[in-house]
Nanobody
């Protein structure tokens, strides 16, 4: 079992930046896909970005060009750099790790962007 702990959320004005971190309790070198999802009030959880062991990344159209996902396997950590934040980015952001037959979720960190 792998525990994922997010940090870095908070309140920021529109146009500002935040950097989210997700630290895993064990090595993430056996987890191919690490990613970030978000869930706004009254909405379904949605994919924000993923990064594979090989470094391939995938982004939701709504965050392309503004958010950057990265992983540091030596530190068992995944990051999400969020720039040019918009009020519609307000949500709880969840870290996710996917293996072939297993999936892990963090508890989430709140990001609030004021206009």
């Amino acid at each position: 079992q792998v525990q994922l702990v997010e940090s870095g959320g908070g309140l920021v004005q529109a146009g500002g930046s935040l950097r989210l971190s997700c630290v895993a309790s064990r090595t993430i070198t056996s987890i191919n896909a690490m990613g970030w999802y978000r869930q706004a009030p009254g909405k379904q959880r949605e994919l924000v970005a993923t990064v594979t062991l090989g470094g391939n990344t995938n982004y939701a159209d709504s965050v392309k060009g503004r958010f950057t996902i990265s992983r540091d396997n030596a530190k068992n950590t995944v990051y999400l750099q969020m720039n040019s934040l918009k009020p519609e980015d307000t949500a709880v952001y969840y870290c996710n790790g996917k293996r072939v037959l297993l999936e892990y979720w963090g508890q989430g960190t709140q990001v609030t962007v004021s206009s």
